[in-house]
Structures are given as structure tokens and as C-alpha cells.
């Protein structure tokens, strides 16, 4: 993987559950109120308390926006979420950002934000990482997580 400039990449917040989903291959996509900058290339996943962990990484392969129902009805079995906690998820919201998750890297060792030494916290959704940080991520031993399909 070649080094990313500022705006490739993000450090992205997710509820422990759904970030082993996603380490584990089992989650494909993951769900937003909010989209991501265009060019977002890879996220950086951090499991959020109790964990308070960077797990992995993965690939964006592509990113849609759509009404939460449209969203549910293409990618409803790709999410690792039930039904009324996706609508409670989007409740008061009219478009929902879902990003298809490409090849998964899983850290061998988690690690925590402070590790990193760039004094960054844990963002409440997610904040773009520049290079340096990126590549002290990467420079971590991980496992490539075997490819899976997203549904639709």
C-alpha cells in the first residue's frame, strides 16, 4: 500500500461489536448518518469503549447515499444490525451513508491512540489521520482478514 496524503484516510469510532464483525468479515458495510469525504480511501477502525483500541483497517470499495429505507432493503444482510436498531439508528434522518467494506486488515496487537504519539483522541464519529499516522498504523503487524462479498 503506497502512502496516503491527508484526506485518505480516517480514524473512525465503531461500537466494539460491530468492529469485530467487521475484523472478523462477518460485517460488509458499515452505516452513517453523516458521509465521508470524497477520496476516503481507507478507514481505520477504533473500537470504541470499553475496548478504547485501534483493531484494523480496511479498504472503502464504495460508497453510497440513499433514504435509510433504500439503504436497509439493498444492505440489510451485510450489516450485522436488526431492523429496529438500524431505523432507531436513522430515526429523524432522510439520507443514510452506507460505505461498502473492501480487504480487512486486523492488528495482531490493538493498540491504543496514545501509541501513536501525534496527541489524537478518540474522535466522537471520525477525524482524517495525515500520513504520519497512517503509516505508524501500518507498520503494525496485521492479517489480512480473507476477501467477502458485500450483499445486495
Not at 478507514?43 to 478504547?52: E, G, L
Not at 429496529?84 to 491512540?113: E, P, Q
Not at 501513536?116 to 478518540?122: K, P
Not at 499516522?133 to 467477502?148: L, M, T
Request: glycine share 6%; proline share 3%; charged share 25%.
Amino acid at each position: 500500500m503506497a502512502t496516503s496524503s491527508t484526506g485518505h484516510v480516517i480514524l473512525l469510532s465503531i461500537l466494539p461489536k460491530y468492529a469485530d464483525a467487521i475484523m472478523s468479515g462477518q460485517k460488509t458495510v458499515e452505516f452513517r448518518k453523516n458521509g465521508i469525504g470524497k477520496g476516503v480511501q481507507y478507514v481505520v477502525v477504533y473500537a470504541s469503549a470499553p475496548q478504547k483500541r485501534l483493531v484494523g483497517y480496511f479498504e472503502v470499495s464504495r460508497v453510497e447515499r440513499a433514504s435509510p429505507s433504500a439503504i436497509w432493503k439493498r444492505y440489510k444482510q451485510s450489516g450485522v444490525i436488526d431492523k429496529d436498531a438500524f431505523f432507531k439508528y436513522y430515526s429523524g434522518h432522510k439520507n443514510a451513508t452506507c460505505f461498502a467494506i473492501g480487504r480487512v486488515w486486523k492488528l495482531k496487537r490493538a493498540m491504543s491512540i496514545e501509541s501513536l504519539h501525534l496527541n489524537l483522541s478518540a474522535p466522537q464519529s471520525f477525524c482524517y489521520l495525515d500520513s504520519k499516522a497512517w503509516n505508524q498504523v501500518k507498520r503494525r503487524k496485521a492479517v489480512r482478514i480473507p476477501a467477502h462479498r458485500t450483499r445486495t
